[in-house]
């Protein structure tokens, strides 16, 4: 028998995933491919845990009903390596959270369906609480970076009150009708592990014939559901289906309607099975109440009482009738509290109690029964409507339907139905029970009602559903453009990518650090601020703030104002209109900043390359039309300028030959950097060492940089070679994640600056200083003229900096500020122009003649390891 895993030095596991191997010989997993005993999945996992090494690390497993996702998933809990769960259907919320989160461990299937550990770094870049086990989202598939935060107790602790109110047996075999990645559909498999059951493992749906042929070959004993999900056994017939061994469904996720849970609860009595009706939340870890079986005919209404171990209160409420209150829930399967970044994974527990947000009551019998929704409370035209009483006096009346409200002016309904009449009706039926003129009743029938992938409604996709197609939402408070499908349009002008959904992402589809600017303007002046982390938040979660116009006061990225003030420095002090130098040298560090940012993330391989060279024909193109047009006219640059290979073979006593020796050294930097990450060991090596990697090409920069290695002056070698470790501090200070991180990469610029420059201690005082700046405050406070001003000058930094050499010039002998000025306006000129040149340019570079959206899924790979599971290397996509 296989020993127990044990848990890493410091840290606690999970029971239950550390005892699979007591189970021995029984089956412990069932797929269409055949069974799984208790001893081979143990197996497994610990080959997985000692995969996943000694080191705690934030592991992210893309949620699936495989037994490779529920391996690593086992090993991780086993360990003690906290787990984030997201949902494998949904590759833009992967990519999401992967952005958000930074996991150290990846484990996903690579688009042939194998599984693969994608191991970024050997140490965790996170400070990882020693109760924290596993972290799941609330919002379904939207890739939202607000989530759950359990504890290895929570998951324990609710997997034996489940088993215990059930009564599992270990002859029990369980389907998974549900997702993974779904509390509920995670709590079934947990808490059939825990007694030695099996688990039906399955991705098929109950509206599949071929579900049921599996459940019947596996003798099937119980299976969940969501209220959608009976609406499909309806129409599947389930009434009249053979189940020989069924023994109990068990209903979550939403209520379902009193006579719903009448009907199936008569059909299970008949049928020699029980019904299940539960109350839970994610919050709670799965389940929080259960209605016993023998109840759910005569009380159907109700959700029961407590699960084992748990409690409830009542905390009574203002607006509310005597004897009702928020429903309050307290045990041992509640959360340690949420997260919305990775600092939050540090936190213990925040709070011992759970406030549900359910009105609800306590009828004499003891059985507690929701009665509303203290959230989905709205004033609509001054009146206080409950959208789930309207749902449930709908139902009355034969509707079935779904109710938001939209506004403060309208109610929004989708209704199952056919016909315009079909709308009237609900339209009367609303407006003589609320008092709502009709007016602010929105209906619009369809044949199903909009669902999440988890079967429960879609309240957003109501509200979409049911404004009129050409106007946006009414409320005051919405700013015109402001919309999740405005901004689709906004991403898709931008960034030239028709595919843009509301789940897309600025990262996710493509953006570098030129559309960043132009991006970060746009959004701010729609949302009316800059939300942090905005290019890797899905669209769905970009919105105004609450309850307010927003001022003319701004924020401004410190990267794109030192963008702005450096190209402004340089033109003025090349004229000069002043002597203030650096710039360039800054915007190196700056560009090393962006490689980082856009560049290195967490696409794969190929597609991290492609749009690497994406990124340097945007800045070698532009360069060579404009040196070539130049050449046209005068003689002031050659072939070798033109070739952009001054600093290799141009001619030394050309006074304007190195007018370009900034474009120069950036192009051959990223050329390098490009064909590194092309070796399949460097691309691991940054994935590990995301901030370790720069730092030590930086240190290798300091070679040339202090002149150790033998090479020839300074003047006779390329600048890319004596300027490349300023890249490499600038790669590292966007990497570094921690104080201490950032204090190094710091006192790097601080340590090496000094003496670049001899005699010119002013230009080396202000690198370091705006270094500082780009390293220490990611925004500085701003207005929203300069916001604009700055943004033009940043997207437009390359240009001006082309073009100045040509155009001041021609004016400087007559007044050296409009000499200045001139440069500036002709250089944003030039760079609008070949913006609109540049955005053809990814549809004729994608392998398919067109632009493309990464799917995020990683390249396999020849390493392999004894539980089918492989190391592999995620990619990300580029900007400079």
């Known amino acids: 028998m296989t020993a127990p895993s044990a848990p890493l030095p410091g840290t606690k596991n999970v029971p239950f995933a550390t005892e699979l191997a007591t189970h021995g010989d029984r089956t412990a997993v069932i797929t269409a491919d055949g069974p799984v005993s208790y001893r081979e999945l143990a197996a497994r996992v610990e080959a ?55 996991p150290d461990v990846v484990a996903r299937p690579d688009a042939g369906g194998e599984w693969l550990l994608d191991e970024r770094r050997p140490v965790s870049a996170h400070d990882l609480h020693p109760d924290l086990a596993l972290l799941l989202s609330t919002s379904g598939s939207t890739g939202s970076p607000k989530l759950v935060r359990l504890s290895h107790e929570n998951l324990q602790a609710n997997a034996e009150s489940i088993a215990e109110y059930l009564g599992i047996r270990d002859t029990d075999r369980a389907a998974t009708t549900l997702p993974m990645h779904y509390c509920y559909g995670l709590s079934v498999i947990h808490s059939h592990l825990l007694h030695g059951a099996a688990v039906i493992l399955t991705g098929l749906s109950v509206a599949d014939s071929c579900f049921w042929d599996l459940f019947r070959t596996a003798h099937g004993t119980t299976f969940a559901g969501v209220p959608y999900t009976f609406d499909l056994l309806d129409r599947v017939g389930f009434a009249a289906m053979d189940l020989p061994h069924l023994r109990y469904v068990t209903q979550a996720g939403g209520r379902l309607a009193p006579d719903r849970v009448r009907h199936y609860a008569a059909l299970g009595r008949a049928a020699g099975w029980e019904l299940f009706a539960m109350y839970g939340q994610t919050e709670a870890t799965a389940r929080m109440s259960y209605l016993p079986p023998g109840l759910a005919e005569t009380h159907p209404e109700a959700a029961g009482v407590p699960i084992p171990g748990g409690s409830f209160r009542l905390e009574p409420l203002a607006d509310w009738p005597e004897g009702t209150g928020e429903l309050v829930y307290a045990g041992p399967n509640v959360m340690l509290g949420y997260a919305q970044t990775p600092h939050d994974l540090a936190l213990g527990r ?27 409370f709205a004033k609509i035209l001054g009146l206080r409507i409950d959208p789930a009483q309207v749902e449930t006096m709908l139902v009355r009346h034969g509707v079935t339907a ?26 009367g039926l609303v407006t003589s029970e609320c008092g709502l003129p009709a007016r602010a009743v929105r209906v619009h029938v369809l044949a199903d009602l909009p669902r999440l992938p988890t079967g429960k409604p879609d309240y957003r996709a109501v509200r979409e559903l049911t404004r009129p197609a050409d106007s946006a939402p009414s409320t005051p408070k919405q700013i015109p453009g402001s919309g999740p499908e405005d901004l689709c349009l906004l991403y898709a002008r931008i960034l030239d990518r028709p595919e843009v959904t509301p789940e897309s992402t600025f990262v996710s589809l493509g953006g570098d650090s030129l559309s960043y600017v132009e991006m970060s303007l746009h959004l701010e002046e729609r949302l009316g601020h800059l939300p942090t982390d905005w290019h890797i938040t899905p669209i769905r979660e970009l919105r105004p703030p609450e309850g307010r116009i927003p001022a003319r006061r701004r924020a401004l990225e410190s990267s794109v104002a030192l963008r702005a003030m450096a190209i402004f420095c340089i033109v003025g002090s090349h004229i000069p209109v002043f002597g203030i130098k650096g710039g360039a040298h800054l915007l190196l560090a700056i560009a090393g900043y962006n490689f980082a940012r856009f560049h290195l993330t967490t696409a794969e391989r190929g597609e991290r390359i492609r749009r690497a060279c994406l990124s340097i024909a945007r800045v070698a193109v532009p360069t060579m039309i404009w040196i070539g047009f130049v050449l046209l006219l005068n003689d002031d640059y050659t072939l070798a300028n033109l070739a952009l290979l001054d600093s290799v073979f141009g001619p030394e006593d050309s006074k304007t030959g190195m007018h370009f020796w900034f474009i120069e050294a950036l192009v051959y930097i990223l050329i390098v950097a490009v064909a590194l990450l092309t070796l399949p060991l460097a691309d691991r090596a940054e994935r590990r060492f995301p901030y370790g990697l720069p730092l030590t090409l930086a240190a290798l920069g300091l070679l040339t940089r202090y002149e150790l290695l033998g090479l020839p002056d300074r003047a006779q070698i390329p600048d890319a070679v004596t300027v490349f470790w300023l890249f490499a501090l600038g790669w590292a200070a966007a990497k570094a994640s921690t104080k201490a991180q950032r204090v190094i990469v710091t006192a790097a610029a601080l ?35 300069v916001n604009q001003v700055a943004g033009v000058l940043a997207t437009n930094s390359l240009y001006i900096y082309l073009t100045h050499w040509q155009i001041f010039p021609l004016i400087d002998g007559f007044s050296r500020h409009l000499a200045f000025l001139a440069s500036l306006i002709f250089g944003i000129a030039y760079g609008t122009a070949a913006t609109r040149l540049m955005r053809g340019l990814p549809s004729r570079l994608s392998p398919n003649g067109r632009a493309r959206r990464s799917t995020g899924q990683s390249p396999p790979t020849t390493r392999r390891w004894p539980p089918q599971l492989s190391s592999s290397r995620n990619v990300a996509k580029e900007g400079l």
């Open 402 to 427: 779904l109710c938001a409200a939209d506004d403060d002016e309208a109610l929004a309904i989708a209704a199952v139905g056919t016909r315009a009449a079909d709308a009237r009706r609900i339209r």
């Open 350 to 376: 925040t709070l011992d109690e759970l406030h549900t947000g359910d009105i609800a009551r306590r009828t004499p019998d003891g059985l507690y029964e929701i009665v509303g929704r203290r959230s989905r």
């Open 751 to 785: 340590a090496t600056v000094p003496g670049f420059f001899p005699g010119d201690l002013g230009r080396e005082a202000i690198i370091i200083t705006t270094f500082a700046v780009l390293v220490w405050a990611p925004s500085l406070p701003s207005r929203e003229r």
């Open 48 to 102: 997985t845990a000692h995969r996943l090494g000694r080191e705690r690390r934030l592991v992210l497993v893309v949620g699936a009903n495989t037994v490779e996702a529920l391996v690593v998933h086992l090993a991780a809990l086993s360990a003690g390596h906290p787990v984030l769960l997201v949902p494998g259907d949904h590759p833009e919320a992967v990519q999401s959270l992967i952005g958000a989160y930074n």
